[in-house]
């Protein structure tokens, strides 16, 4: 029993402090306009990337098309659901974009911690390994949430709040997947593509726009493809 409360806090650890790094970097980033339009664009670039190579595949390899798709159109749905409702209470664009991109990162650090939880049983030795790559793999992500919020001019302390926030399902994960030791590989396919969907409409709905209506440069189209060959450059 005591192995699953230390998987758990390793979940936790890996969560909250990767996503929270990732929101501490954001603070030293100078805000002009057009540097925050790069950034954002780098975001989108890089979310898509997570999306495409990461998040997808791997769906379709454990649950197939059928799934994949179902948990896309859920994942979409989701959003939109979310959209409408955050949209009565937050006006400004960055920050809509910042919270739903937040609650996307969320949800799919949930499957990860899975993941994480349930191949620390399996490969013991490995998961120390496993929670490191997962707590670098983390810090990007939260600082793709973080900028956004930056370019509201949201408070650093807040900002630093929410990125550790978006870590917790990290946690809730692990203790699930070491938990049950096994979990159903089309339950794990589902919520991967469910964060596939929720990522891909944000990305194209929110960040992309946003960055270009932040600066109407070339600097958002520039980040957009150097944050997607930044994440093939990082993960390969
Ligand atoms: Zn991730």
């Known amino acids: 029993m005591e192995n699953i409360y230390t998987i758990t806090l390793y979940g936790f650890i890996v969560g909250m402090v990767g996503t929270g790094l990732g929101g501490i970097v954001s603070l030293f980033i100078k805000d002009t306009d057009r540097t925050l339009s790069f950034l954002l664009g780098l975001t989108g670039g890089f979310m898509l990337f997570i999306v495409t190579f990461h998040l997808l595949p791997e769906s379709f390899m454990l649950g197939g098309l059928y799934v994949t798709i179902g948990g896309i159109a859920l994942g979409i749905l989701l959003v939109i659901l979310i959209e409408r409702n955050i949209g009565k209470m937050v006006n400004n664009p960055y ?7 937040g609650i996307s990162i969320a949800v799919h650090n949930f499957p990860e911690g899975l993941a994480l939880g349930s191949s620390f049983l399996t490969y013991s030795d490995l998961g120390p390994v496993l929670s490191l790559a997962m707590l670098l793999h983390n810090i990007p992500e939260g600082l793709s949430m973080a900028i956004p919020l930056k370019a509201n001019k949201m408070r650093s302390w807040n900002i630093i709040l929410y990125t550790i926030l978006a870590g917790i399902p990290t946690g809730l994960g692990a203790f699930i997947g070491a938990y049950l030791g096994m979990v159903s590989t089309v339950f794990i396919a589902l919520c991967l593509s469910f964060a596939g969907g929720t990522m891909l409409y944000i990305i194209c709905d929110e960040i992309i726009p946003g960055a270009k209506t932040l600066h109407r440069g ?10 997607f ?7 390969f």
């Not at 920050?95 to 991109?101: E, R, V």
């Open 218 to 227: 070339r600097a958002s189209s520039i980040g957009v493809v150097l944050g």
């Open 95 to 101: 920050m809509k974009a910042g919270l739903l991109l």
């Open 229 to 235: 060959v930044i994440g093939i450059v990082l993960y």
